[in-house]
């Protein structure tokens, strides 16, 4: 009489742990592709290891010189910080700098990205810690698109600045979509992230 029923228990435990094995897979992909994409990214900026290179193919320091963190933006500091920007104002499409950064920049491409991203080291030197892409909203939109961008399959932030906030969420653009790839540690969803938790700026000349 207990044959059966035990049976079917086991068939039951058999087929929900295939169904949790199934479900895992696309999660499973979809951080392949992410840490795939992530790869790419990084040896598509190799050259840029250099900042004279990153000069000489149009890129410029933040003209604030500023070194992002996340603590300096009102926000808790183990999140982090971005480094030093070094933008391209080309593939940004900057067309005002006042009251806030603005553009009409549609550029997506990691093959050259708009942004470089450095943390300033003890001995002065520049050390790049990612890259990243920007396309205002406004812009975005204008083209047509009715959607952020995506990174393998992960919609871009959306940064808008908040001004009932001390911080500046937008840090100091106007509304737009933005997408931080940074080349430090194994967790691909954690390097896709506005901050990384082991970027300092607590070398920056201005710190």
Same mark, same amino acid.
């Given at each position: 009489?207990?044959?059966?029923?035990? #049976?079917?228990? #086991?068939?039951?435990?058999?087929?929900?742990?295939?169904?949790?094995?199934?479900? @895992?897979?696309?999660?499973?992909? @979809?951080?392949?592709?992410?840490?795939?994409?992530?790869? #790419?990214? #990084?040896?598509?900026?190799?050259?840029?290891?250099?900042?004279?290179?990153?000069?000489?193919?149009?890129?410029?320091?933040?003209?604030?010189?500023?070194?992002?963190?996340?603590?300096?933006?009102?926000?808790?500091?183990?999140?982090?910080?971005?480094?030093?920007?070094?933008?391209?104002?080309? @593939?940004?499409?900057?067309?005002?700098?006042?009251?806030?950064?603005?553009?009409?920049?549609?550029?997506?491409?990691?093959?050259?990205?708009?942004?470089?991203?450095?943390?300033?080291?003890?001995?002065?030197?520049?050390?790049?810690?990612?890259?990243?892409?920007?396309?205002?909203?406004?812009?975005?939109?204008?083209?047509?698109?009715?959607?952020?961008?995506?990174?393998?399959?992960?919609?871009?932030?959306?940064?808008?600045?908040?001004?009932?906030?001390?911080?500046?969420?937008?840090?100091?653009? !106007?509304?737009?979509?933005?997408?931080?790839?940074?080349?430090?540690?194994?967790?691909?969803?954690?390097?896709?992230?506005?901050?990384?938790?082991?970027?300092?700026? !607590?070398?920056?000349?201005?710190?």
């Amino acid at each position: 009489m207990n044959a059966t029923p035990t #049976k079917s228990r #086991k068939s039951c435990h058999i087929a929900f742990a295939a169904v949790g094995l199934i479900s @895992l897979f696309p999660q499973m992909a @979809l951080a392949e592709d992410l840490a795939e994409a992530i790869a #790419k990214v #990084k040896v598509a900026a190799e050259r840029f290891q250099d900042v004279n290179v990153a000069l000489a193919e149009g890129y410029v320091a933040d003209p604030g010189s500023h070194c992002v963190t996340a603590a300096a933006e009102g926000l808790p500091a183990e999140l982090g910080g971005m480094g030093i920007h070094y933008l391209h104002p080309g @593939l940004l499409g900057i067309t005002a700098t006042k009251p806030r950064v603005d553009g009409t920049g549609i550029h997506t491409d990691f093959d050259k990205p708009a942004i470089l991203l450095y943390e300033p080291q003890a001995d002065g030197s520049l050390l790049l810690v990612g890259a990243e892409n920007l396309v205002f909203k406004k812009a975005w939109a204008a083209a047509g698109n009715t959607e952020p961008p995506a990174f393998a399959g992960r919609p871009w932030d959306s940064m808008e600045d908040d001004p009932t906030t001390p911080g500046d969420e937008a840090h100091g653009f !106007e509304a737009h979509y933005d997408q931080h790839v940074y080349f430090r540690g194994d967790d691909a969803d954690a390097a896709v992230q506005p901050f990384h938790a082991t970027i300092t700026c !607590e070398h920056h000349s201005g710190h």
